[in-house]
């Protein structure tokens, strides 16, 4: 899904197209889970119709359109599919753009089109931005002080716009006991990491994902504080293109696995690595095994598992069409809850049903 990277593309992206616009008009379609907040669809027309919008923001997976004039404003959250189009320019999407797509307008999953155009020039051209959301995970809210409510108000520190010192930071990993993956995937402490972020993070600072975050080692935590900052300060110097992202990132590495196998990395050292993958609190992280050591050693690592019922292969080595689908989007903590679509519950509940069939069967 998008993370802070792609959604600090779009505020740039709004802030670069639109600043100054009036909106003239809003075309919306009629959506009860993506418009959130206790607001309609024609209520969040009728609310930014008619005003001048002076800037974007973004802060973690969140972005907001300050307006000029009283009334509350649009605060975004773009979920697992979520985007922005420009009419006559393509879609902006995750990762990469379609070989076919849809360049029909008004586009698909369309959830609001605002018709912008400059208030002291009739002439000067007209624009129309649209903001898109196949599976309806996205959210669209309106706010009075966007940085000052929720969902903003209850995220955790940006790692571009305030990242906390060494000395700050240290205490607000050691007081909790969740392994560090989940602990960086929770939007509460830090606000923007997702999952291939957090992954490209722990790769960096040599930290397997399932490290309880109450016992990592003084080195181990000043590695994880640079990393966050420096992941994320480097992907949003590039305007979150993946192709121009350094060549000794997992990131590219991780992406079109086949069914089954397993993916060779070439380690800095120039020796060979193996690309694994472990699920954790139902999210797949990537890791490189030789680099990223589990806490309790390789042999602890498979008799915990073992006993779960869970086969080496399924737990390492899934198959990465698994992991795309994945909704890897974490809740935003405001209280609307967003729909799991994990494939981990998926693939439980299909097992659940399939035992229950065959014991019918020979019963």
């Given at each position: 899904?998008?993370?802070?990277?792609?959604?600090?593309?779009?505020?740039?992206?709004?802030?670069?197209?639109?600043?100054?616009?009036?909106?003239?008009?809003?075309?919306?379609?009629?959506?009860?889970?993506?418009?959130?907040?206790?607001?309609?669809?024609?209520?969040?027309?009728?609310?930014?119709?008619?005003?001048?919008?002076?800037?974007?923001?973004?802060?973690?997976?969140?972005?907001?359109?300050?307006?000029?004039?009283?009334?509350?404003?649009?605060?975004?959250?773009?979920?697992?599919?979520?985007?922005?189009?420009?009419?006559?320019?393509?879609?902006?999407?995750?990762?990469?753009?379609?070989?076919?797509?849809?360049?029909?307008?008004?586009?698909?999953?369309?959830?609001?089109?605002?018709?912008?155009?400059?208030?002291?020039?009739?002439?000067?051209?007209?624009?129309?931005?649209?903001?898109?959301?196949?599976?309806?995970?996205?959210?669209?809210?309106?706010?009075?002080?966007?940085?000052?409510?929720?969902?903003?108000?209850?995220?955790?520190?940006?790692?571009?716009?305030?990242?906390?010192?060494?000395?700050?930071?240290?205490?607000?990993?050691?007081?909790?006991?969740?392994?560090?993956?989940?602990?960086?995937?929770?939007?509460?402490?830090?606000?923007?990491?997702?999952?291939?972020?957090?992954?490209?993070?722990?790769?960096?600072?040599?930290?397997?994902?399932?490290?309880?975050?109450?016992?990592?080692?003084?080195?181990?935590?000043?590695?994880?504080?640079?990393?966050?900052?420096?992941?994320?300060?480097?992907?949003?110097?590039?305007?979150?293109?993946?192709?121009?992202?350094?060549?000794?990132?997992?990131?590219?590495?991780?992406?079109?696995?086949?069914?089954?196998?397993?993916?060779?990395?070439?380690?800095?050292?120039g020796k060979r690595g193996t690309l694994r993958w472990?699920?954790?609190?139902?999210?797949?992280?990537?890791?490189?095994?030789?680099?990223?050591?589990?806490?309790?050693?390789?042999?602890?690592?498979?008799?915990?598992?073992?006993?779960?019922?869970?086969?080496?292969?399924?737990?390492?080595?899934?198959?990465?069409?698994?992991?795309?689908?994945?909704?890897?989007?974490?809740?935003?903590?405001?209280?609307?809850?967003?729909?799991?679509?994990?494939?981990?519950?998926?693939?439980?509940?299909?097992?659940?049903?399939?035992?229950?069939?065959?014991?019918?069967?020979?019963?």
């Amino acid at each position: 899904m998008p993370e802070l990277p792609e959604v600090e593309r779009a505020a740039k992206f709004i802030r670069t197209t639109a600043t100054g616009k009036k909106i003239t008009r809003v075309e919306t379609t009629e959506d009860t889970l993506v418009y959130t907040g206790g607001i309609t669809h024609e209520q969040f027309r009728n609310e930014i119709e008619g005003r001048v919008i002076k800037t974007a923001g973004r802060r973690g997976k969140v972005f907001y359109i300050e307006l000029e004039g009283p009334g509350k404003m649009p605060v975004l959250h773009f979920g697992m599919t979520g985007m922005l189009r420009l009419k006559g320019r393509p879609a902006m999407y995750y990762k990469e753009t379609p070989k076919d797509p849809d360049e029909s307008w008004p586009p698909r999953y369309m959830k609001f089109i605002l018709h912008l155009a400059d208030p002291n020039d009739d002439e000067a051209e007209k624009l129309e931005l649209a903001f898109l959301d196949a599976r309806r995970l996205g959210r669209i809210r309106l706010c009075a002080d966007p940085l000052n409510e929720p969902p903003i108000s209850k995220l955790g520190f940006d790692p571009i716009l305030s990242m906390p010192n060494l000395e700050d930071f240290t205490p607000q990993v050691l007081k909790r006991k969740a392994p560090i993956k989940a602990v960086l995937l929770n939007q509460s402490f830090s606000a923007g990491v997702g999952n291939w972020v957090a992954d490209e993070i722990l790769y960096h600072a040599r930290i397997h994902p399932e490290y309880r975050a109450n016992t990592l080692s003084t080195q181990q935590i000043k590695k994880l504080h640079f990393w966050i900052a420096e992941v994320c300060k480097v992907a949003v110097s590039v305007d979150a293109d993946d192709a121009k992202f350094p060549d000794d990132w997992l990131f590219k590495h991780r992406w079109g696995k086949g069914k089954g196998e397993t993916k060779i990395f070439t380690l800095p050292s120039g020796k060979r690595g193996t690309l694994r993958w472990v699920t954790i609190g139902g999210r797949t992280s990537a890791f490189i095994g030789e680099l990223q050591k589990h806490p309790n050693g390789p042999v602890a690592s498979r008799k915990v598992w073992k006993k779960k019922g869970v086969s080496m292969s399924s737990v390492y080595f899934e198959d990465d069409s698994d992991y795309r689908s994945e909704d890897d989007s974490t809740p935003i903590p405001d209280g609307d809850s967003e729909p799991t679509v994990g494939t981990t519950k998926r693939k439980r509940e299909t097992t659940t049903s399939e035992s229950k069939a065959s014991k019918k069967q020979k019963e």
